[in-house]
């Protein structure tokens, strides 16, 4: 064999075992006895592998909770992002109204803003409407989105007009014509925008920080931040939160890979 | 008539969300930076006084604020290009007809980009731990004494950069794979006929043509870049000595735990302000570059 290949091959080896290294180190951490992380010599494999650690998370730190809050918010967030951005993002590809163009490029232009400045104002709002410290709150930035819209749209621009023109001309309305030709032809992009909302909600930090207080109503980033400030020599115990609350999404990513990806191109040719 | 009342149908819900909830917001925010919105206003409305620029020119005066934005830009200016470099160094290789298994080798390299911030800071905090943490404890077996990463203000931002490189590489690495697949083959072949080599094959063909993804991979990872705020919050609590407070960490504070929401809100709009005006410096020097 050429040495090039050997090479590149063993560079790509090296590389892929340190991006992996801190997730497998997690793993195998997280089914340590407590204290054998930090023994020395450092060991890689636990001797005994246990799922000491996993149990007290659910006995004692009630991650169970945190887990389904996480789970509920993000469910929710998907359904509620795939209602409001899909038929937006297909108007906007598909169907004629006044001003159009222009509101489209007012959202695109807005895409620039980051919404850190949305947030201490709409906090408030929130605060006002009383919704500040329910699942309300966490849900609302996610119920819309100008990124979800230009995905959607970019992805409907290609459904041929001739198919929604023939639909009616036999008499079909809108919304039948939405509901049986245009939804079945936007399900790839349906699955993509899906992952992308349920991994943003499930990962985000800052907006539940700020406004969740209640811990019960914790999700488990936030509550992950928390626990580590009060368990900071638990390494064993953290890693196990670590990996229940990377795991999910993960193995969400592995089965869905390619729309993930697919979603990535079309959002980063935006401008 | 009809049609456009049924097209308003479809697209009134989403509009109208993103009015109240987002751009409602954005402009109260300039407004609300330009009062002296604190807890009292919070309690009572009435309390509340415009005071023109004043945040502003108070910003300007306190010294955490220049610390934070002088931690953010290292954050940027720093960990930016590493990133860059290591998401075309991983791109290149798994475009390389000679390298193996390259399904798998995406997916590795993808997986920290889809994880949690939180829980994989937290490994980090973990393996850059002074006595027990693995990284130093590769350190020490190479001869180098061990580091206290998150405890030494020298140190902590280099960690959290190196932390942040590895957690998203493999986000431009994909937009970079793409990229390049789009470079035509034979433009390869062409430059291999006049007799370059791998290395003047990079430079006079796939770097000139990967220009526009490098532009836009740049922008879209500063912009991300500045937003720097959970890796200090879970790894070091802006410390020590705040050497990882970051301008959005500042807001944080002094919107949500001093309950400062006007001088927040400024510090928003001046992080906004730079963000954007960096972007037009990079889009002016790309064009520049090209004429």
Same mark, same amino acid.
């Given at each position: 064999?050429?040495?090039?290949?050997?090479?590149?091959?063993?560079?790509?080896?090296?590389?892929?075992?340190?991006?992996?290294?801190?997730?497998?180190?997690?793993?195998?951490?997280?089914?340590?006895?407590?204290?054998?992380s930090s023994?020395f010599?450092?060991?890689?494999?636990?001797?005994?592998?246990?799922?000491?650690?996993?149990?007290?998370?659910?006995?004692h730190? /009630?991650? #169970?909770?945190?887990?389904?809050?996480?789970?509920?918010?993000s469910?929710?967030?998907?359904?509620?992002?795939?209602?409001?951005?899909?038929?937006?993002?297909?108007?906007?590809?598909?169907?004629?109204?006044?001003?159009?163009?222009?509101?489209?490029?007012?959202?695109? #232009?807005?895409?620039?803003?980051?919404?850190?400045?949305?947030?201490?104002?709409?906090?408030?709002l929130?605060?006002?409407m009383?919704?500040?410290?329910?699942?309300?709150?966490?849900?609302?930035p996610?119920?819309? #989105?100008?990124?979800?819209?230009?995905?959607?749209?970019?992805?409907?621009?290609?459904?041929?007009?001739?198919?929604?023109e023939?639909?009616?001309?036999? #008499?079909?309305?809108?919304?039948?014509?939405?509901?049986?030709?245009?939804?079945?032809?936007?399900?790839?992009?349906?699955?993509?925008l899906?992952i992308?909302?349920f991994?943003?909600?499930?990962?985000?930090f800052?907006?539940?920080?700020?406004?969740?207080?209640d811990?019960?109503?914790?999700?488990?980033?936030?509550?992950?931040?928390?626990?580590?400030?009060?368990?900071?020599?638990?390494?064993?115990?953290?890693?196990? /939160?670590?990996?229940?609350?990377?795991?999910?999404?993960?193995?969400?990513?592995? /089965?869905?890979?390619?729309?993930?990806?697919?979603?990535?191109?079309?959002?980063?040719?935006?401008? | 008539?009809?049609?456009?009342?049924?097209?308003?149908?479809?697209?009134?819900?989403?509009?109208? =969300?993103?009015?109240?909830?987002?751009?409602?917001?954005?402009?109260?925010?300039?407004?609300?930076?330009?009062?002296?919105?604190?807890?009292?206003?919070?309690?009572?409305?009435?309390?509340?006084?415009?005071?023109?620029?004043?945040?502003?020119?108070?910003?300007?005066?306190?010294?955490?604020?220049?610390?934070?934005l002088?931690?953010?830009?290292?954050?940027?200016?720093?960990?930016?290009?590493?990133?860059?470099?290591?998401?075309?160094?991983?791109?290149?290789?798994?475009?390389?007809?000679?390298?193996?298994?390259?399904?798998l080798?995406?997916?590795?390299?993808?997986?920290?980009?889809?994880?949690?911030?939180?829980?994989?800071?937290?490994?980090?905090?973990?393996?850059?731990?002074?006595? !027990?943490?693995?990284?130093? !404890?590769?350190?020490?077996?190479?001869?180098?004494?061990?580091?206290?990463?998150?405890?030494?203000?020298?140190w902590?931002?280099p960690?959290?950069?190196?932390?942040?490189?590895?957690?998203?590489?493999?986000?431009?690495?994909?937009?970079?794979?793409a990229?390049?697949?789009?470079?035509?083959?034979?433009?390869y072949?062409?430059?291999?006929?006049?007799?370059?080599?791998?290395w003047?094959?990079?430079?006079? =063909?796939?770097?000139?043509?990967?220009?526009?993804?490098?532009?836009m =991979?740049?922008?879209?990872?500063?912009?991300?870049?500045?937003?720097?705020?959970a890796?200090?919050?879970?790894?070091?609590?802006?410390?020590?000595?705040?050497?990882?407070?970051?301008?959005?960490?500042?807001?944080?504070e002094?919107?949500?735990?001093?309950?400062?929401?006007?001088?927040?809100?400024? =510090?928003?709009?001046?992080?906004?302000?730079?963000?954007?005006?960096?972007?037009?410096?990079?889009?002016?020097?790309a064009?520049?570059?090209?004429?």
């Amino acid at each position: 064999m050429k040495p090039r290949a050997l090479l590149l091959n063993g560079l790509m080896l090296v590389a892929g075992l340190l991006t992996l290294f801190p997730l497998l180190w997690m793993l195998s951490s997280s089914l340590m006895t407590p204290g054998e992380s930090s023994a020395f010599p450092l060991q890689v494999l636990p001797k005994s592998p246990t799922l000491f650690n996993y149990r007290e998370l659910f006995s004692h730190a /009630g991650i #169970g909770q945190y887990l389904l809050n996480s789970v509920l918010l993000s469910c929710a967030a998907t359904v509620l992002s795939l209602l409001f951005n899909v038929s937006a993002g297909y108007a906007f590809a598909k169907l004629r109204f006044q001003g159009r163009e222009r509101i489209f490029k007012v959202m695109l #232009g807005a895409l620039v803003i980051p919404s850190q400045v949305a947030m201490l104002p709409l906090f408030l709002l929130l605060k006002y409407m009383g919704l500040v410290n329910t699942y309300g709150a966490v849900l609302v930035p996610a119920m819309a #989105g100008i990124f979800g819209i230009f995905l959607v749209r970019q992805y409907a621009l290609t459904i041929p007009d001739a198919l929604l023109e023939a639909a009616r001309m036999d #008499g079909a309305s809108e919304f039948q014509i939405f509901r049986i030709i245009v939804l079945p032809l936007l399900t790839p992009i349906l699955v993509t925008l899906g992952i992308f909302t349920f991994l943003g909600t499930w990962n985000d930090f800052m907006w539940p920080l700020i406004v969740l207080t209640d811990k019960e109503l914790y999700t488990l980033p936030v509550a992950l931040a928390s626990l580590s400030r009060e368990h900071v020599q638990d390494n064993e115990l953290m890693m196990a /939160g670590s990996v229940l609350t990377v795991l999910p999404v993960l193995l969400l990513f592995l /089965g869905l890979q390619r729309y993930y990806i697919q979603g990535l191109l079309v959002g980063s040719v935006k401008g | 008539m009809n049609s456009q009342r049924a097209a308003w149908c479809f697209v009134a819900p989403a509009l109208l =969300v993103i009015s109240v909830f987002f751009f409602l917001p954005v402009l109260a925010a300039l407004i609300m930076s330009l009062t002296d919105f604190d807890i009292y206003a919070l309690a009572d409305l009435r309390n509340l006084r415009f005071v023109g620029l004043r945040n502003y020119i108070q910003l300007l005066q306190t010294p955490l604020f220049w610390q934070a934005l002088g931690n953010t830009l290292y954050f940027v200016v720093v960990g930016v290009p590493l990133s860059i470099a290591a998401s075309l160094g991983a791109a290149l290789l798994l475009h390389s007809r000679l390298t193996w298994f390259k399904g798998l080798f995406r997916t590795a390299f993808f997986a920290p980009v889809v994880t949690s911030l939180v829980a994989v800071a937290v490994i980090w905090r973990y393996l850059l731990h002074t006595r !027990y943490g693995m990284i130093n !404890y590769g350190l020490q077996e190479l001869g180098i004494p061990a580091i206290d990463w998150l405890n030494d203000p020298q140190w902590a931002m280099p960690a959290i950069i190196l932390f942040a490189v590895w957690k998203n590489f493999g986000y431009n690495m994909i937009i970079f794979l793409a990229g390049l697949q789009s470079i035509p083959e034979d433009l390869y072949e062409a430059a291999g006929l006049d007799g370059a080599g791998t290395w003047q094959q990079f430079r006079f =063909v796939t770097w000139p043509m990967l220009g526009p993804t490098l532009l836009m =991979v740049s922008i879209l990872s500063m912009t991300g870049y500045f937003q720097l705020f959970a890796e200090p919050y879970v790894m070091t609590q802006g410390g020590p000595v705040q050497s990882t407070v970051s301008v959005l960490y500042f807001m944080y504070e002094q919107g949500f735990k001093w309950w400062n929401l006007g001088a927040a809100s400024a =510090v928003a709009f001046v992080l906004f302000a730079i963000m954007f005006g960096v972007t037009l410096l990079q889009l002016r020097f790309a064009k520049g570059g090209e004429v």
